[in-house]
Protein backbone atom coordinates (compact mmCIF):
# COMPACT_ATOMS: atom_id res chain seq x y z
CA UNK A 1 0.00 0.00 0.00
CA UNK A 2 1.44 3.32 -0.91
CA UNK A 3 -0.89 5.56 1.28
CA UNK A 4 0.01 9.13 0.36
CA UNK A 5 3.31 9.81 -2.01
CA UNK A 6 4.86 13.05 -1.77
CA UNK A 7 7.61 14.09 -4.77
CA UNK A 8 10.48 15.53 -4.24
CA UNK A 9 11.73 14.51 -1.08
CA UNK A 10 14.27 16.64 -1.05
CA UNK A 11 14.40 20.19 -3.17
CA UNK A 12 17.15 22.88 -3.33
CA UNK A 13 16.24 26.52 -5.07
CA UNK A 14 17.50 29.77 -5.30
CA UNK A 15 15.45 32.80 -4.59
CA UNK A 16 12.93 33.41 -6.96
CA UNK A 17 12.56 29.97 -8.83
CA UNK A 18 9.48 27.93 -8.80
CA UNK A 19 8.78 24.33 -8.59
CA UNK A 20 5.55 22.19 -7.45
CA UNK A 21 5.52 19.69 -5.19
CA UNK A 22 3.87 16.74 -5.53
CA UNK A 23 1.27 14.76 -3.83
CA UNK A 24 -1.15 11.68 -4.29
CA UNK A 25 -3.11 9.70 -2.55
CA UNK A 26 -4.25 5.81 -3.33
CA UNK A 27 -7.00 5.65 -0.30
CA UNK A 28 -10.27 7.18 -2.02
CA UNK A 29 -10.47 9.87 0.49
CA UNK A 30 -11.86 13.13 -0.26
CA UNK A 31 -10.04 16.17 1.91
CA UNK A 32 -6.60 16.65 1.44
CA UNK A 33 -3.93 19.12 3.19
CA UNK A 34 -0.71 20.54 2.54
CA UNK A 35 1.42 21.31 5.36
CA UNK A 36 4.80 22.65 6.89
CA UNK A 37 6.46 21.83 9.74
CA UNK A 38 8.67 24.47 11.33
CA UNK A 39 11.18 23.89 14.45
CA UNK A 40 9.00 24.70 17.68
CA UNK A 41 5.86 25.16 15.13
CA UNK A 42 4.45 22.02 15.01
CA UNK A 43 2.31 21.69 11.71
CA UNK A 44 0.73 24.99 10.16
CA UNK A 45 -1.72 24.41 7.41
CA UNK A 46 -1.31 26.04 4.18
CA UNK A 47 -3.97 24.99 2.26
CA UNK A 48 -6.56 22.40 2.12
CA UNK A 49 -9.43 20.53 -0.08
CA UNK A 50 -12.04 19.22 1.11
CA UNK A 51 -13.36 17.25 -2.11
CA UNK A 52 -12.12 17.36 -5.71
CA UNK A 53 -12.91 21.00 -7.20
CA UNK A 54 -12.41 22.74 -4.38
CA UNK A 55 -9.33 24.24 -2.35
CA UNK A 56 -9.24 26.79 0.87
CA UNK A 57 -6.78 28.71 2.44
CA UNK A 58 -5.24 27.76 5.96
CA UNK A 59 -3.01 29.16 8.75
CA UNK A 60 -0.29 30.31 6.35
CA UNK A 61 -1.14 30.21 2.74
CA UNK A 62 1.01 33.54 1.25
CA UNK A 63 3.63 33.01 -1.36
CA UNK A 64 1.61 28.98 -2.12
CA UNK A 65 -1.13 28.21 -4.90
CA UNK A 66 -2.70 24.90 -4.69
CA UNK A 67 -4.40 22.49 -7.53
CA UNK A 68 -6.60 19.92 -6.52
CA UNK A 69 -6.06 17.60 -10.00
CA UNK A 70 -8.13 14.73 -8.92
CA UNK A 71 -9.44 12.67 -6.05
CA UNK A 72 -6.33 11.68 -5.89
CA UNK A 73 -3.47 14.52 -6.47
CA UNK A 74 -2.98 18.02 -4.52
CA UNK A 75 0.49 19.35 -5.50
CA UNK A 76 1.61 22.97 -4.10
CA UNK A 77 3.49 25.46 -6.24
CA UNK A 78 5.80 27.85 -4.79
CA UNK A 79 5.77 30.81 -7.61
CA UNK A 80 8.63 32.51 -6.20
CA UNK A 81 10.57 31.15 -3.21
CA UNK A 82 11.97 32.93 -0.49
CA UNK A 83 13.87 32.12 2.13
CA UNK A 84 11.59 32.41 4.96
CA UNK A 85 9.61 28.84 2.94
CA UNK A 86 12.50 27.01 4.09
CA UNK A 87 10.70 24.01 5.71
CA UNK A 88 9.37 20.32 6.27
CA UNK A 89 6.38 20.02 3.73
CA UNK A 90 3.30 17.33 4.47
CA UNK A 91 0.91 16.27 2.12
CA UNK A 92 -2.29 14.25 4.02
CA UNK A 93 -4.89 13.01 3.12
CA UNK A 94 -8.44 12.32 6.10
CA UNK A 95 -10.48 9.51 6.21
CA UNK A 96 -14.74 10.35 7.31
CA UNK A 97 -15.31 10.92 10.73
CA UNK A 98 -13.62 10.89 12.97
CA UNK A 99 -11.15 11.63 10.13
CA UNK A 100 -7.58 11.10 11.35
CA UNK A 101 -5.01 12.49 8.83
CA UNK A 102 -2.36 9.66 6.74
CA UNK A 103 0.60 11.86 5.84
CA UNK A 104 3.18 11.43 3.27
CA UNK A 105 6.56 11.05 4.24
CA UNK A 106 7.48 14.66 4.18
CA UNK A 107 9.30 16.85 1.34
CA UNK A 108 12.37 19.11 2.86
CA UNK A 109 13.02 22.82 0.94
CA UNK A 110 15.98 24.72 1.06
CA UNK A 111 15.56 27.98 -0.34
CA UNK A 112 18.95 29.76 -0.59
CA UNK B 1 -10.05 30.04 17.26
CA UNK B 2 -9.08 26.55 17.91
CA UNK B 3 -5.69 26.49 19.67
CA UNK B 4 -3.56 23.55 20.83
CA UNK B 5 -1.10 24.32 23.73
CA UNK B 6 1.87 21.44 24.82
CA UNK B 7 3.79 22.97 27.63
CA UNK B 8 6.95 20.70 27.68
CA UNK B 9 9.12 20.85 24.82
CA UNK B 10 10.95 18.07 26.50
CA UNK B 11 10.62 15.11 28.38
CA UNK B 12 12.61 12.55 30.00
CA UNK B 13 11.40 9.10 31.09
CA UNK B 14 13.28 6.00 31.97
CA UNK B 15 12.55 2.98 29.97
CA UNK B 16 9.82 0.97 31.50
CA UNK B 17 8.18 3.74 33.60
CA UNK B 18 4.73 5.53 32.54
CA UNK B 19 5.11 9.02 31.16
CA UNK B 20 2.40 11.52 30.57
CA UNK B 21 2.54 14.62 28.11
CA UNK B 22 0.14 17.51 28.69
CA UNK B 23 -1.64 18.81 25.86
CA UNK B 24 -4.47 21.39 26.24
CA UNK B 25 -6.80 22.94 23.80
CA UNK B 26 -9.26 26.24 23.24
CA UNK B 27 -12.40 25.74 21.25
CA UNK B 28 -15.72 27.48 21.04
CA UNK B 29 -17.28 23.74 19.27
CA UNK B 30 -19.21 21.69 21.36
CA UNK B 31 -17.93 18.78 18.79
CA UNK B 32 -14.80 18.13 18.09
CA UNK B 33 -12.19 15.15 17.84
CA UNK B 34 -8.34 15.46 19.63
CA UNK B 35 -5.51 13.21 18.33
CA UNK B 36 -2.32 12.64 18.98
CA UNK B 37 0.67 11.73 16.25
CA UNK B 38 4.16 10.41 16.76
CA UNK B 39 7.10 11.45 14.57
CA UNK B 40 10.52 9.76 15.42
CA UNK B 41 13.47 11.02 13.76
CA UNK B 42 12.91 9.26 10.79
CA UNK B 43 10.49 12.26 10.16
CA UNK B 44 7.56 10.55 9.14
CA UNK B 45 3.68 11.15 11.59
CA UNK B 46 2.36 8.37 13.00
CA UNK B 47 -1.00 8.34 14.01
CA UNK B 48 -1.62 6.71 17.62
CA UNK B 49 -4.88 7.43 19.23
CA UNK B 50 -7.97 9.51 19.03
CA UNK B 51 -10.64 10.97 21.39
CA UNK B 52 -14.19 12.31 20.61
CA UNK B 53 -15.27 15.36 22.66
CA UNK B 54 -18.38 13.17 23.03
CA UNK B 55 -16.82 9.83 24.25
CA UNK B 56 -17.56 9.07 28.16
CA UNK B 57 -14.62 7.17 28.78
CA UNK B 58 -10.84 7.62 27.73
CA UNK B 59 -9.44 6.49 24.84
CA UNK B 60 -6.82 3.56 24.90
CA UNK B 61 -4.79 1.71 22.40
CA UNK B 62 -2.01 -0.80 23.35
CA UNK B 63 0.49 1.22 25.67
CA UNK B 64 -0.81 4.28 24.54
CA UNK B 65 -4.09 5.85 26.39
CA UNK B 66 -5.36 9.40 26.60
CA UNK B 67 -6.35 11.21 29.72
CA UNK B 68 -9.56 13.37 28.86
CA UNK B 69 -10.54 16.16 31.02
CA UNK B 70 -13.36 17.59 28.94
CA UNK B 71 -14.09 20.84 32.13
CA UNK B 72 -10.07 21.10 31.84
CA UNK B 73 -9.81 21.09 28.31
CA UNK B 74 -6.73 18.54 28.71
CA UNK B 75 -5.89 15.73 26.46
CA UNK B 76 -2.75 13.98 27.99
CA UNK B 77 -1.17 11.00 26.48
CA UNK B 78 0.22 8.70 28.57
CA UNK B 79 2.41 5.98 27.72
CA UNK B 80 2.86 3.06 29.85
CA UNK B 81 5.78 0.97 30.31
CA UNK B 82 8.29 3.64 27.56
CA UNK B 83 10.40 1.41 25.27
CA UNK B 84 13.51 3.32 23.36
CA UNK B 85 11.83 3.29 20.42
CA UNK B 86 9.44 5.56 21.70
CA UNK B 87 12.02 8.23 21.80
CA UNK B 88 10.42 10.68 19.65
CA UNK B 89 8.46 13.85 19.03
CA UNK B 90 4.95 13.97 19.94
CA UNK B 91 2.42 16.23 18.71
CA UNK B 92 -1.41 16.94 19.98
CA UNK B 93 -3.74 18.05 17.29
CA UNK B 94 -7.53 19.03 16.88
CA UNK B 95 -10.11 19.07 14.83
CA UNK B 96 -13.51 20.93 15.12
CA UNK B 97 -16.44 18.81 13.47
CA UNK B 98 -18.39 21.98 13.16
CA UNK B 99 -16.41 24.66 12.03
CA UNK B 100 -14.56 23.36 8.66
CA UNK B 101 -12.04 20.85 7.61
CA UNK B 102 -8.77 22.32 9.62
CA UNK B 103 -6.73 20.15 12.04
CA UNK B 104 -5.00 22.04 14.57
CA UNK B 105 -1.42 20.74 15.71
CA UNK B 106 0.23 22.19 19.10
CA UNK B 107 4.44 22.57 18.94
CA UNK B 108 4.90 19.31 20.02
CA UNK B 109 6.93 17.63 23.12
CA UNK B 110 10.27 15.65 22.57
CA UNK B 111 10.22 12.42 23.87
CA UNK B 112 13.67 10.72 25.05
CA UNK B 113 13.52 7.28 26.78
CA UNK B 114 16.54 6.45 28.87
CA UNK B 115 18.17 3.14 29.01
Known amino acids: NAGVTQTPKFQVLKTGQSMTLQCAQD?????MYWYRQDPGMGLRLIYY???????DKGEVPNGYNVSRLNKREFSLRLESAAPSQTSVYFC???????????FGEGSRLTVL | AQKITQTQPGMFVQEKEAVTLDCTYD???????LFWYKQPSSGEMIFLIY??????QNATEGRYSLNFQKARKSANLVISASQLGDSAMYFC????????????FGPGTRLSVLP
Open chain 1, 92 to 102: ASRTGFPGELF
Open chain 1, 27 to 31: MNHNS
Open chain 1, 49 to 55: SASEGTT
Open chain 2, 27 to 33: TSDQSYG
Open chain 2, 51 to 56: QGSYDE
Open chain 2, 93 to 104: AMREFNYGQNFV
